[in-house]
């Protein structure tokens, strides 16, 4: 074998090494696939070059059909390679980087490269005159575009979207009724993933003619839109006290834009209301929305007002017994010893900024309560850092001083209206009795305070790393309880 074939074999060598490096090679470093991928197509060319075959010329053995066929084969390898590099060089230089990130551009770019070293090489490697070449290519690429009509319609399609930037990857958009994160846009379809973690390839076209909702622009702010129907016999202005407290009492609405609440419709069977709220990311969306109405829910059973039914007659006494029973320590009780504590409490009402708990450690027994938010939106507050920070926001139904009220100690936290507040107040004489006549209630109630401290010390990040350490704080609650209350050991 002389040393042209053998130079012309290792030549096809080289070209396996840079397919089997473009197929199975994965480095991390794109730069480092693309310098070993440089390294080979400089050795093609020194071998082509020792061998005197020019990527430019015709193939000088026309008299030897295999060898003059080989030497064509590389000179075409030799341009694949050039273009291959080309395209990656160039679409670095050309292309904007936000560009460099949308597959489309990337793949047209490369196809426009890749079709000139074509034409490059018919040209040059096999010496066709490229007039009769580009009039052939007009005419199949007529054929072919009436062939993939629908393709096409994709192809432009992506480059309007790609033109006018309606979203970008990485964007959670709503394309007509299809809802997910853009994971990758190609020149035929935009690929979504839904909530249900699936991938939805959405065709360019049907992208392009329907409605899109990027939901991630602008970045900070994404709206909510709660709907509720109401008994027409009901004050409007009632129900939209409560609603205006139901977003008070949900932390994540923002305050700018200002939330707004809408009577839409006023019917014979009911009022439509409109609750308009914002909130900072698309991922606090769908669970603003659920505390949205279950904070509409509280405000409006405190106020009477009950969907699905009429208001119910009764007075303030009543609904102070219908509050109680909806309290997870009050529920081992049964009707009498709620309407006992009932005809115990004391109402009060503080109007937006006031404030209303705020026990030392130090004060006497007889000043401690348990406070329930009857009404309204209240913020309960705890030193830290030398600031009081916000733990919780009460809603109706919500309680605090359960640990002044039951052991003697009082926390040093704050209660403060939010709007206009109105609870009622246990003392702990009022409570004292119950707790003696049924000492289920105050395991109730221990465990309730235990649960409230427990998410409190999250907050605050001093959560109890032990469930060891439950149980003993537990013990210590209880003897504390027995003591301040007199209850014997039974």
């Known amino acids: 074998m002389n040393p042209t074939d053998r130079g012309m074999l290792f030549g096809f060598g080289v070209f396996l090494l840079d397919f089997l490096a473009w197929r199975f090679l994965t480095l991390d470093r794109e730069w480092a696939r693309f310098g070993i991928r440089s390294s080979l197509f400089l ?24 060898r003059h066929l080989l030497a064509q084969g590389l000179g075409f390898l030799w341009w694949l390679q050039a273009a291959q590099i080309s395209a990656t060089i160039l679409g670095r230089i050309a292309l904007p980087s936000e560009l460099r990130r949308e597959r489309l551009f990337q793949d047209i770019f490369r196809a426009i490269v890749f079709l000139a070293a074509a034409v490059a090489a018919v040209s040059y490697v096999l010496e066709l005159p490229l007039g ?21 319609s994709d192809v432009f399609s992506g480059l309007v979207l790609n033109a006018t930037q309606p979203f970008h990857v990485g964007d959670t958009v709503a394309i007509g009724d299809i809802q997910g994160d853009v ?3 190609t020149w035929r379809a935009t690929t979504l993933l839904n909530n249900r973690g699936n991938f939805v390839l959405v065709p360019n076209s049907a992208a392009a003619k329907a409605s899109i909702v990027n939901l991630s622009r602008p970045p900070q702010l994404h709206g909510i839109t709660v709907r509720v129907r ?36 006023i019917h014979r069977n009911f009022i439509e209301y409109e609750i308009l709220a914002y909130v900072a990311s698309a991922d606090k969306q769908n669970g603003t929305q659920n505390e949205i109405i279950d904070q509409a829910h509280l405000q409006l059973n405190a106020r009477g007002i009950y969907l699905g039914r009429e208001q119910p007659e009764g007075g ?6 219908r509050l109680l029973r909806n309290i997870d320590m009050f529920k081992c009780l049964n009707d009498a010893q709620i309407a006992q504590l009932a005809s115990a409490s004391v109402s009060q009402r503080f109007s937006a900024g ?3 708990y705020n026990v030392k450690p130090d004060c006497p027994d007889e000043h401690r309560a348990l406070c329930i938010v009857a009404e309204g939106v209240a913020i309960l507050l705890a030193p830290h850092d030398g600031k009081d920070i916000e733990l919780q926001r009460l809603a109706p139904g919500d309680a605090v001083g359960r640990s002044g009220v039951l052991t003697g100690v009082s926390n040093g936290i704050k209660l403060r209206a939010l709007s ?17 006549q049924f000492p289920e209630l105050a395991k109730e109630m221990l465990s309730d305070l235990l649960e409230c401290q427990a998410r409190e010390a999250e907050i605050l990040r001093e959560i109890p790393s032990q469930e060891t350490e439950r149980g003993g ?18």
Do not use: C
Not at 136 to 145: D, E, H, Q, V
């Open 420 to 436: 206009n507040v109105s609870v009622f107040r246990l003392n702990k004489d009022a409570i004292t009795p119950l707790l003696r």
């Open 230 to 265: 109401i008994s027409p016999t009901i004050r409007p202005a009632l129900v939209i006290s409560g609603l205006e407290d139901a977003i008070s009492g949900t932390a994540d609405v923002l305050a700018d834009p200002k939330p707004s609440i809408t009577a839409l419709v």
């Open 473 to 490: 704080v537990f013990q210590r609650l209880m003897e504390g309880l027995r003591r301040l209350h007199g209850i014997v050991r039974r």
């Open 132 to 152: 009769g070449l580009l009039a052939t290519s007009g005419a199949m690429a007529i054929i072919l575009g009436l062939a993939v009509q629908s393709t096409l």
């Open 43 to 66: 050795i093609l060319s020194y071998v082509l070059w020792t061998i005197q075959i020019s990527p430019f010329h015709v193939a000088p053995w026309a008299d030897q059909p295999i």
């Open 316 to 321: 303030s006494r009543e609904g102070v017994e």
């Open 354 to 356: 006031e404030l209303i």
């Open 183 to 185: 994971v990758e846009r």
